[in-house]
């Protein structure tokens, strides 16, 4: 048992921060004292009451708005607790802050808003008031407390809208590549609509609004922190890469340990973070540095986003990329390429 547990810890790559990476990291925290110019807050965290500086975001100029509160659930977020209530009073609280948000969209602008099914009602209704509701993704979560006398609750939701009619939309940035279970051929023996590689038989196929190949971080991700409800930066990426170009700006009011800043920052994308919590904002700014050395994002490689439990898939992949490209350069430095 106990060579288990040190195997475990050793294993374990949960981001964590010691006193003085507290003390470096806070002084990075952004603070506003009235209404704030864009160029004061943007890639930055702001470590401040979303309530406070409501009226102060510059307006016009948020490509993507992506809203992660908290769900209508009792739960403890470091130093503060969320209050489960009646699906009307959690509708009155999100009318107190959502609507002062719109102005900070520009007419192209995209709104992704987290949920689960309790949540999910109030939140349907209040985007139908102000905006166009396009879609509602549904994503597996794998996690999830079985229960005796219901089902257990593994799905979350994220509702997609609109401000207009124009908006960006990459589908070819977010395909899905899965593997292929009956590889048919055509009558000259090529593979019909799938790719043959030395790793496997795959498909390229277009993202639905049914996810099921993200992982909730968990304590051997290098992604994971202490945070209890962080998203899969995997999540993220999907939503980013979609609905942003590179450049655009992606503004996230409950950044939590900073997973959508962190992604945003991964992506060659502009970010705005604003997190009441001090500790998650330090942990947002210890993820934004690391960033700086790995841009990897877990489950998105070559371009497409992979199953769940294909890693040493992706790193097969990744060895033949590598092999291919040490050829073609020893070919250049002989001179045999063209
Ligand atoms: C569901 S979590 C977001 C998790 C985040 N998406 C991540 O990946 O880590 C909601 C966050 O909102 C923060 N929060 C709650 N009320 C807030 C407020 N009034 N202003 C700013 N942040 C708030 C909480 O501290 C919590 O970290």
């Given at each position: 048992m106990a060579v288990e547990e040190d195997k475990k810890s050793s294993r374990?790559?949960?981001?964590?921060?010691?006193?003085?990476?507290?003390?470096?990291?806070?002084?990075?925290?952004?603070v506003m004292e009235g209404p704030a110019a864009l160029e004061e807050i943007e890639n930055k965290t702001t470590n401040q009451d979303l309530f406070e500086v409501l009226d102060w975001l510059p307006r016009n100029c948020v490509d993507l708005?992506?809203?992660?509160?908290?769900?209508?659930?009792?739960?403890?977020f470091n130093r503060t607790v969320f209050k489960q209530r009646s699906t009307e009073a959690y509708l009155k609280w999100l009318e107190t802050w959502f609507p002062k948000l719109l102005p900070t969209l520009k007419p192209n602008a995209s709104v992704y808003f987290c949920g689960e099914w309790r949540s999910s009602t109030a939140i349907h209704l209040?985007?139908?008031?102000?905006?166009?509701?396009?879609?509602?993704?549904?994503?597996?979560?794998?996690?999830?407390?079985?229960?005796?006398?219901?089902w257990k609750n593994c799905s979350e939701d994220i509702w997609f809208c609109t401000v207009g009619d124009e908006y960006t939309f990459n589908a070819d940035a977010v395909k899905l590549k899965r593997r292929v279970i009956a590889p048919y051929r055509t009558e000259s023996g090529r593979p019909k609509d799938w790719l043959e590689t030395s790793e496997g038989n795959?498909?390229?196929?277009?993202?639905?609004?049914?996810w099921t190949d993200l992982t909730v971080p968990f304590w051997s991700m290098p992604e994971n922190t202490d945070h209890p409800t962080q998203k899969p930066e995997k999540l993220l990426a999907k939503?980013?890469?979609?609905?942003?170009?590179?450049?655009?700006?992606?503004?996230?009011?409950f950044l939590g340990s900073g997973t959508t800043?962190?992604?945003?920052?991964?992506?060659?994308?502009?970010?705005?973070?604003?997190?009441?919590?001090?500790y998650y904002c330090c942990l947002a700014e210890k993820r934004l540095a690391l960033a700086e050395e790995d841009s990897s994002i877990q489950g998105y490689q070559d371009g497409v986003f992979w199953e769940r439990n294909t890693l040493s898939m992706q790193r097969a992949s990744q060895r033949g990329r590598r092999r291919k490209s040490a050829y073609a350069q020893r070919l250049r430095e002989l001179g045999l390429d063209d």
């Open positions: 374990n790559r949960t981001i964590t921060l010691t006193e003085e990476e507290k003390e470096k990291y806070s002084k990075l925290l952004h708005l992506f809203l992660d509160p908290p769900y209508n659930l009792d739960k403890e209040l985007l139908e008031k102000y905006l166009k509701v396009r879609n509602r993704i549904t994503w597996e979560r794998e996690k999830g407390r079985g229960a005796l006398t219901n795959f498909r390229l196929t277009h993202p639905s609004n049914l939503l980013i890469l979609a609905s942003t170009n590179p450049g655009d700006l992606v503004l996230d009011p800043s962190v992604v945003a920052k991964k992506l060659g994308r502009r970010y705005i973070g604003i997190e009441l919590d001090a």
